[in-house]
């Protein structure tokens, strides 16, 4: 082909029009068949069934056994007792004038100048001494009026004023010259102002102890007493810290330790009924006591020092080897140990002169507090058994060392001590318990999810019923048994197992555990409701333009 005709053939091509291919369509999306209305139906009856079943019979469930009972609690009435609005503590404390040399009437009016002159010298209203004559010679009553009475003061004639106190009982015997005597109609008395002073004197320590109970409780300021002294409240506060918590059991551990063999044995039964069961049966009334022994051969002690100085006291039991009991039962052990041994313990600031030479004064005891006393018993090297005689210091000082780690006074005879101490543990164990409901109440505003079972309720009725009867007899032996059974039902509702447990699980572990399963069962339920609603509101949509397209047309 030549070039010319290529050239034609091109012209030609320009001018012919070429057929265009048509344009390709796009494709189409197929739409689902239209739903059955019975489908629609079907499937808006499965959800609101699954929903109903939610509402009506699970959530039921889930709330009925996941709902916390809570016993109601007296609130108020508790928050009372802890800040003392409830009860002021009144020690009405009875005592007994035999004035059998005086005449009625002179009985009468000393009695009278005597209570006049102990109101002025008393700064504590909770503290207060009630004068009575007691009943004449041979009378019937006399002898039950005497028993209820606190201290019995028997007022004989004498050449001088003078006040004894008996040793082994709870009178004060005083004396007085005749011209002491006041007349019918006087209005003032040395005799009765005397009295006064002494009776004062008598229980001033009781009336301190009493002030620092309160002082340290929330009575209300306007019913405490006069403040202590700086050293009186110290002094209070170490015996306080050495003294154990009241309990009524105590459990005491006598144990016989030695370095070597020898002596394997002592008379500690013997000893204890001789020496140390009289105390313990007249503390029987405020504590009870359990007792074992043992004897510990080979016992090396914590220090091997001859004289054994304030640092070397702490170490000188060996708790990792010597076997010293626990607590038995609950009850607090009270440890005496006897050690034999050639150590002596020296005593700070005492010296003592021996041939010519300043040498230390040493002791043989000491106490531990809240735990118990160790003695050093220097015997010679061939003894092999300990007899009760030997053991008589010890006991003695066994016995001075329970008293003190039991809270007795220290001022007075042993019966006014011993009934001081009733005194006292019922108002510590009236405050105890009464700050342990506040406690209680106070937890359980704090904490509202926590359960409180009915026995928590019951616990704290018969606290408050025990605490009013307490404080109603308080000073006698029925307020002493009151504030022992009110403190251990108000222990027993504050430590419930059931309680306890729940103050270490808070509100996050309840999210730990409802997140993963509800998690799972609540989404599709939500999603599946939020399409079901969206639906409706698409076909509500679509067949109202529907209705109004035909009502255009």
Not at 297 to 325: C, R
Not at 340 to 350: D, K, R, S
Not at 377 to 382: E, I, R, V, Y
Request: hydrophobic share 40%; net charge negative; with cysteine.
């Amino acid at each position: 082909m030549s070039e010319r005709q290529r050239i034609d053939d091109g012209a030609r091509s320009k001018d012919t029009p070429v057929a265009s291919t048509p344009p390709v369509e796009a494709p189409t999306i197929k739409e689902p068949p239209p739903e059955k209305p019975s489908d629609v139906r079907r499937r808006s009856y499965i959800i609101l069934s699954f929903w109903l079943i939610v509402l009506f019979l699970g959530l039921p469930i889930w709330w009925k056994t996941t709902t916390i009972y809570r016993a109601n609690l007296p609130i108020n009435e508790m928050l009372e007792w802890a800040d003392g609005r409830a009860c002021r503590p009144v020690f009405p404390l009875r005592i007994s004038i035999q004035a059998d040399a005086l005449q009625e009437q002179e009985a009468q009016n000393l009695l009278r100048l005597t209570q006049h002159a102990l109101d002025d010298l008393n700064d504590f209203a909770g503290h207060h001494l009630r004068l009575q004559l007691s009943p004449p010679v041979g009378s019937e009553s006399r002898e039950a009026n005497d028993d209820e009475s606190a201290l019995i003061i028997r007022l004989k004639p004498g050449e001088s004023t003078t006040a004894t106190l008996d040793p082994y009982s709870p009178i004060l015997d005083i004396t007085y010259p005749p011209n002491a005597t006041p007349s019918a109609t006087s209005s003032s008395s040395s005799l009765a102002t005397y009295v006064a002073s002494q009776l004062r004197s008598t229980f001033a320590e009781e009336q301190a102890i009493i002030s620092y109970l309160l002082s340290n409780n929330s009575i209300p300021s306007d019913y405490r007493p006069a403040g202590l002294t700086p050293e009186a409240a110290e002094s209070l506060s170490k015996r306080t810290t050495r003294s154990l918590k009241y309990a009524p059991t105590y459990h005491l551990t006598f144990s016989l330790f030695t370095s070597g063999p020898i002596p394997s044995s002592w008379d500690i039964e013997a000893a204890i009924d001789h020496y140390m069961k009289p105390v313990l049966d007249v503390l029987s009334p405020i504590h009870n006591f359990t007792i074992d022994t043992q004897v510990q051969l080979y016992a090396t002690p914590g220090t091997q020092n001859q004289v054994l100085n304030k640092e070397d006291l702490s170490s000188f039991v060996n708790a990792a080897e010597w076997p010293l009991s626990p607590s038995i039962g609950g009850a607090p052990t009270i440890n005496f140990i006897v050690f034999i041994g050639n150590q002596t313990i020296a005593v700070p600031g005492h010296n003592s002169v021996d041939q010519g030479e300043n040498t230390v004064a040493t002791s043989p005891s000491w106490l531990i507090p809240q735990w118990g006393t160790v003695y050093l018993l220097s015997l010679p090297s061939d003894t092999t058994h300990v007899s009760a005689q030997t053991l008589k210091q010890p006991l003695l000082t066994f016995t001075s060392h329970l008293l003190s780690l039991t809270g007795t006074p220290q001022s007075g005879s042993l019966p006014l001590r011993l009934s001081t101490l009733a005194r006292l543990r019922s108002a510590d164990l009236l405050l105890r318990a009464s700050s342990t409901l506040g406690s209680l109440a106070r937890l359980a505003l704090a904490l509202p999810s926590i359960s409180i079972p009915s026995s928590v309720a019951d616990g704290v009725s018969k606290t408050m019923h025990h605490l009013r009867l307490a404080c109603d007899t308080l000073g006698g032996p029925e307020g002493l048994a009151h504030a022992r059974i009110a403190e251990a039902e108000a222990e027993r509702a504050f430590f419930e197992k059931s309680m306890v447990g729940q103050l270490y699980f808070p509100d996050e572990h309840k999210l730990a555990v409802y997140i993963p399963l509800l998690g799972p069962v609540g989404v599709p339920l939500v999603m599946g409701l939020l399409n079901e609603l969206r639906a409706w509101v698409k076909r509500r949509r679509e067949k109202a333009e529907k209705g109004a397209a035909k009502k255009k047309e």
